[in-house]
C-alpha cells in the first residue's frame, strides 16, 4: 500500500522562486520534492527545539511530546542529550562530591569521577564510529 | 524456580525495600526502557523480571533506534509480552506512560518501571510503586550484581543522557553512597 501524500501549495516571489529552483537542481531533484524534504526538516528542527525547552521545564515528559510532535521519543531523547550532557554531567559530579563530602567517603567522589571519565571516552568512541 | 534476594526501593524517598523470592511481572514505560538500554541493563531487567509491555510502548519505540529495535526483537521472540489494560484509568501523559500506569493499576502486584518524574509521582498517588532506572541500578548495587564503579558508571550514562531527572539520579546516588559508607565502616 504506497504512503499517503498531502499536498500543500506555497508561492515565492521572483527571486526565491529561481534560488529554489537552482538549489534544487543542485540536489538533483524536483522543486516540490526539494520544498517538501526543507519544509520536514525545518519542522523536525524547531519541534525538536521546542521539546527541549518543554522537557527541561518539565512541562512535558518524552512520551507526551512524542504524541504531540510525531517525532520518535527516541529521537526526541538523542536530540536533549546532545543539548544538555554536559550540564547534566556536571551536576551528577556535583552531587557526588557533595555526597563524599557528606559522607566523609572521599574515594566514592574519585570512583564518580572515573565513572563520569570512561562515558566520556564512551562518548568519544561513539561519535567516532 | 529461581531463588533471589534483591533490595529495592522507589523513587519517593519512602524506602519500601522488598525482597524478591521469584521472578517478579513488571511492566514499563519507553523511557525506563530507553535509559535501561543506554545504561547497559536490558540483561539484567530480563533475569529479575517477566516483562510485559503496553502496546502504545510498543509502538512509540520504533525499529529505526537501537533501543526500540531491541524491544521488537525480544518481543518478536517471546521474552517480552505485549499486553493491554482493559480499563483506561488514567487518561494523563502520553500513550506509552498511560499504557504502563493502566496495566500496572491493573496488575497491582506488578513492578511498574518508570522514569518521567510526572507520571511517577501520578502513579505513586494511586498507590502504585514505581522505580526509576537509576534505583533500579542502585538495587544492582545492593545486591552485588554490579560493583561500586560499575554502577557509578550506569548512573554516569544516565546522568549524560540528561532525560532522567537529576532528583531520580541524586535518590540512587544516596543510597549508592549510604551502602558504601556502611560497607567501609
Not at chain 2, 526501593?9 to 514505560?29: E, H, I, K, M, P
Not at chain 2, 530507553?34 to 509502538?59: K, M, N, P, R, T
Not at chain 2, 498517588?125 to 564503579?149: D, F, I, K, Q, T
Amino acid at each position: 500500500m504506497g504512503t499517503k501524500l498531502k499536498t500543500v501549495s506555497v508561492r515565492l516571489e521572483d527571486r526565491a522562486g529561481a534560488r529554489v529552483s537552482k538549489a534544487a537542481a543542485l540536489a538533483r531533484q524536483s522543486k516540490g520534492a526539494f520544498l517538501a524534504r526543507a519544509g520536514e526538516e525545518a519542522a523536525r528542527s524547531l519541534l525538536l527545539a521546542w521539546a527541549v525547552q518543554r522537557h527541561a521545564s518539565g512541562e512535558a515528559s518524552l512520551s507526551e511530546l512524542a504524541a504531540e510532535t510525531g517525532v520518535p521519543i527516541e529521537a526526541i531523547s538523542e536530540h536533549l542529550s546532545g543539548q544538555r550532557s554536559e550540564e547534566a554531567t556536571r551536576m551528577y559530579l556535583a552531587s557526588a562530591r557533595r555526597l563524599a563530602e557528606a559522607l566523609k567517603t572521599p574515594a566514592f567522589y574519585a570512583e564518580a569521577k572515573r565513572a563520569v571519565k570512561a562515558v566520556r571516552k564512551e562518548g568519544v568512541r561513539d561519535e567516532s564510529e | 524456580m529461581r531463588l533471589r534476594s534483591s533490595g529495592g526501593s522507589f523513587t519517593s524517598g519512602r524506602d519500601r525495600g522488598y525482597n524478591q523470592l521469584v521472578r517478579q511481572n513488571a511492566t514499563l514505560d519507553s523511557s525506563f526502557w530507553i535509559h535501561a538500554a543506554v545504561s547497559d541493563v536490558i540483561g539484567q531487567l530480563l533475569e529479575d523480571f517477566d516483562l510485559s509491555v503496553a502496546s502504545a510502548v510498543g509502538d512509540e519505540l520504533t525499529e529505526d533506534y537501537a533501543s526500540g529495535a531491541l524491544l521488537h526483537g525480544l518481543v518478536r521472540e517471546g521474552r517480552i509480552l505485549v499486553r493491554n489494560a482493559e480499563t483506561e484509568t488514567i487518561d494523563r501523559f502520553g500513550p506509552g506512560e498511560r499504557g504502563a500506569i493502566n496495566l500496572a493499576i491493573e496488575n497491582r502486584g506488578w513492578v511498574l518501571l518508570m522514569d518521567d518524574l510526572r507520571p511517577v509521582r501520578a502513579a505513586e498517588e494511586m498507590g502504585l510503586a514505581p522505580v526509576s532506572s537509576p534505583v533500579y541500578a542502585a538495587s544492582l548495587y545492593r545486591r552485588g550484581g554490579r560493583n561500586e564503579r560499575a554502577v557509578l558508571t550506569v548512573l554516569a550514562r544516565l546522568a549524560a543522557r540528561s532525560t532522567v531527572s537529576p532528583q531520580l539520579i541524586d535518590l540512587a546516588l544516596n543510597q549508592i553512597g549510604q551502602m558504601t559508607k556502611e560497607g567501609s565502616d
